[in-house]
T-cell receptor, first 115, second 113 residues
Framework: GENVEQHPSTLSVQEGDSAVIKCTYSDSASNYFPWYKQELGKGSQLIIDIRSNVGEKKDQRIAVTLNKTAKHFSLHITETQPEDSAVYFCAPARGGRGGADGLTFGKGTHLIIQP | GAGVSQSPRYKVAKRGQDVALRCDPISGHVSLFWYQQALGQGPEFLTYFQNEAQLDKSGLPSDRFFAERPEGSVSTLKIQRTQQEDSAVYLC???????????FGDGTRLSIL
């Protein structure tokens, strides 16, 4: 099965600075790479995703970059704001956007935005 | 509905009791997933439904765990003879179809005393 690792486990940045979280995976057949945001007491919310035929995708302050050769993809948040504080999970998958199988999540990165 | 709804939000039970957790997926969503999230960990897959058919239950940790979706909409996750290690947040997600993004509910936090 898929082995997923996230780094770092905790990231503290000053408000306005950028944050980068990296996810490495083991299954070379993975072709869908989403990032989820989980706020305290809530379920996970899909914030951005990318397919394997694209190297980078951007949505306002959030971007995801993919290196399929090295089997890792990263979440980039620029101009961080207090509301970005949350736990972020990667969940690489095969078979499309979620596939017929359940997602395999990383252990999460706790992002703390310091005012 | 506007999103995936789960109930109850919190459940406390004594060891050995049976519990039932409910999930109302987004209307019209064919696929439904259950996940278990231990403290400080990412969600872990339990089981998957396509309409009323349970196509994958490989993640269920023991035969004490049982899930159903009899009419292809609402789903119930049942845990029999609960143990302390069952304490976790149980998340439900639905997607329009199997290759579409999953939308998560806020979960049920289960505490076994």
């Amino acid at each position: 099965g898929e082995n997923v690792e996230q780094h770092p486990s905790t990231l503290s940045v000053q408000e306005g600075d950028s944050a980068v979280i990296k996810c490495t995976y083991s299954d070379s057949a993975s072709n869908y790479f989403p990032w989820y945001k989980q706020e305290l007491g809530k379920g996970s919310q899909l914030i951005i995703d990318i397919r394997s035929n694209v190297g980078e995708k951007k949505d306002q302050r959030i971007a995801v970059t993919l290196n399929k050769t090295a089997k890792h993809f990263s979440l980039h948040i620029t101009e961080t704001q207090p509301e970005d504080s949350a736990v972020y999970f990667c969940a690489p998958a095969r078979g499309g956007r979620g596939g017929a199988d359940g997602l395999t999540f990383g252990k999460g990165t706790h992002l703390i935005i310091q005012p | 509905g506007a999103g995936v709804s789960q109930s109850p939000r919190y459940k406390v039970a004594k060891r050995g009791q049976d519990v039932a957790l409910r999930c109302d997926p987004i209307s019209g969503h064919v696929s439904l997933f259950w996940y278990q999230q231990a403290l400080g960990q990412g969600p872990e897959f339990l089981t998957y439904f396509q309409n009323e058919a349970q196509l994958d239950k490989s993640g269920l940790p023991s035969d004490r765990f049982f899930a159903e979706r009899p009419e292809g909409s609402v789903s119930t996750l049942k845990i029999q003879r609960t143990q302390q290690e069952d304490s976790a947040v149980y998340l439900c997600a639905s997607s329009l179809y199997k290759n579409q993004p999953q939308h998560f509910g806020d979960g049920t936090r289960l505490s076994i005393l």
